[in-house]
Nanobody, 116 residues
Protein backbone atom coordinates (compact mmCIF):
# COMPACT_ATOMS: atom_id res chain seq x y z
CA UNK A 1 0.00 0.00 0.00
CA UNK A 2 1.31 3.43 -0.97
CA UNK A 3 1.14 5.99 1.81
CA UNK A 4 2.38 9.56 1.79
CA UNK A 5 1.80 11.78 4.83
CA UNK A 6 2.76 15.47 4.77
CA UNK A 7 3.34 17.70 7.77
CA UNK A 8 4.94 21.01 8.66
CA UNK A 9 2.59 23.50 7.07
CA UNK A 10 1.29 26.57 8.84
CA UNK A 11 0.95 30.32 8.88
CA UNK A 12 4.10 32.41 8.46
CA UNK A 13 4.87 36.02 7.67
CA UNK A 14 6.48 37.00 4.38
CA UNK A 15 10.22 36.47 4.53
CA UNK A 16 9.86 33.60 6.97
CA UNK A 17 10.69 29.92 6.66
CA UNK A 18 8.97 26.56 6.96
CA UNK A 19 10.12 22.98 6.50
CA UNK A 20 7.66 20.48 5.12
CA UNK A 21 8.07 16.75 5.62
CA UNK A 22 6.59 13.81 3.75
CA UNK A 23 6.76 10.41 5.39
CA UNK A 24 6.43 7.54 2.94
CA UNK A 25 5.85 3.85 3.41
CA UNK A 26 8.99 1.84 2.84
CA UNK A 27 7.62 0.25 -0.27
CA UNK A 28 6.84 3.69 -1.69
CA UNK A 29 10.17 5.17 -0.90
CA UNK A 30 12.51 2.53 -2.20
CA UNK A 31 14.11 3.68 -5.46
CA UNK A 32 11.37 6.26 -6.05
CA UNK A 33 11.69 9.80 -7.31
CA UNK A 34 9.78 12.02 -4.91
CA UNK A 35 8.15 15.34 -5.75
CA UNK A 36 6.45 18.30 -4.15
CA UNK A 37 3.53 20.02 -5.89
CA UNK A 38 1.32 22.86 -4.73
CA UNK A 39 -2.13 24.14 -5.52
CA UNK A 40 -3.30 27.65 -4.77
CA UNK A 41 -7.02 28.55 -4.64
CA UNK A 42 -8.46 28.78 -8.13
CA UNK A 43 -5.26 27.57 -9.77
CA UNK A 44 -4.03 24.29 -11.19
CA UNK A 45 -1.67 22.09 -9.25
CA UNK A 46 1.93 22.90 -10.15
CA UNK A 47 5.29 21.22 -9.78
CA UNK A 48 7.55 22.68 -7.10
CA UNK A 49 10.54 20.35 -6.74
CA UNK A 50 11.68 16.77 -7.31
CA UNK A 51 14.48 14.54 -6.10
CA UNK A 52 15.83 11.26 -7.43
CA UNK A 53 15.97 8.24 -5.13
CA UNK A 54 19.71 8.66 -4.61
CA UNK A 55 19.30 12.29 -3.66
CA UNK A 56 21.98 13.27 -6.14
CA UNK A 57 19.66 14.86 -8.66
CA UNK A 58 17.17 17.57 -7.81
CA UNK A 59 14.94 19.86 -9.83
CA UNK A 60 13.22 23.03 -8.67
CA UNK A 61 10.64 25.17 -10.41
CA UNK A 62 11.93 28.56 -11.51
CA UNK A 63 9.50 30.28 -9.16
CA UNK A 64 11.19 28.73 -6.10
CA UNK A 65 14.83 28.40 -7.18
CA UNK A 66 17.18 29.90 -4.65
CA UNK A 67 14.48 29.89 -1.94
CA UNK A 68 13.27 26.28 -1.65
CA UNK A 69 15.39 23.16 -1.30
CA UNK A 70 14.22 19.57 -1.60
CA UNK A 71 16.09 16.82 0.21
CA UNK A 72 15.51 13.29 1.43
CA UNK A 73 16.59 10.93 4.18
CA UNK A 74 16.26 7.40 2.85
CA UNK A 75 16.95 5.91 6.28
CA UNK A 76 13.83 7.67 7.57
CA UNK A 77 11.75 7.24 4.38
CA UNK A 78 11.18 10.99 4.45
CA UNK A 79 11.46 13.79 1.93
CA UNK A 80 11.70 17.42 2.97
CA UNK A 81 11.04 20.82 1.46
CA UNK A 82 12.90 23.66 3.13
CA UNK A 83 11.18 26.90 2.22
CA UNK A 84 12.94 30.19 2.89
CA UNK A 85 12.14 33.79 1.98
CA UNK A 86 8.49 32.88 1.68
CA UNK A 87 6.19 35.16 -0.29
CA UNK A 88 2.41 35.58 -0.18
CA UNK A 89 2.23 33.96 -3.62
CA UNK A 90 3.65 30.77 -2.09
CA UNK A 91 0.35 30.33 -0.26
CA UNK A 92 -1.07 26.96 -1.31
CA UNK A 93 -1.75 23.41 -0.28
CA UNK A 94 1.49 21.48 -0.70
CA UNK A 95 1.36 17.85 -1.79
CA UNK A 96 3.91 15.08 -1.74
CA UNK A 97 3.89 12.90 -4.86
CA UNK A 98 5.48 9.89 -6.43
CA UNK A 99 4.86 7.86 -9.54
CA UNK A 100 5.00 4.09 -9.37
CA UNK A 101 4.25 1.86 -12.30
CA UNK A 102 2.76 4.76 -14.20
CA UNK A 103 0.35 5.68 -11.41
CA UNK A 104 0.53 8.94 -9.48
CA UNK A 105 0.18 8.81 -5.72
CA UNK A 106 -0.53 11.82 -3.53
CA UNK A 107 -0.55 12.70 0.12
CA UNK A 108 -3.44 14.52 1.74
CA UNK A 109 -1.64 17.87 1.52
CA UNK A 110 -0.53 20.45 4.06
CA UNK A 111 -1.63 24.08 4.01
CA UNK A 112 0.99 26.83 3.80
CA UNK A 113 -0.23 30.39 4.29
CA UNK A 114 2.12 33.35 3.92
CA UNK A 115 0.85 36.68 5.20
CA UNK A 116 2.09 39.99 3.82
Amino acid sequence: QVQLVESGGGLVQAGGSLRLSCAASRRTFSRATMNWFRQAPGKEREFVAGIAWSGGTTNHADSVKGRFTISRDNAKNTVYLQMNSLKPEDTAVYYCNTNLGGLNYWGQGTQVTVSS
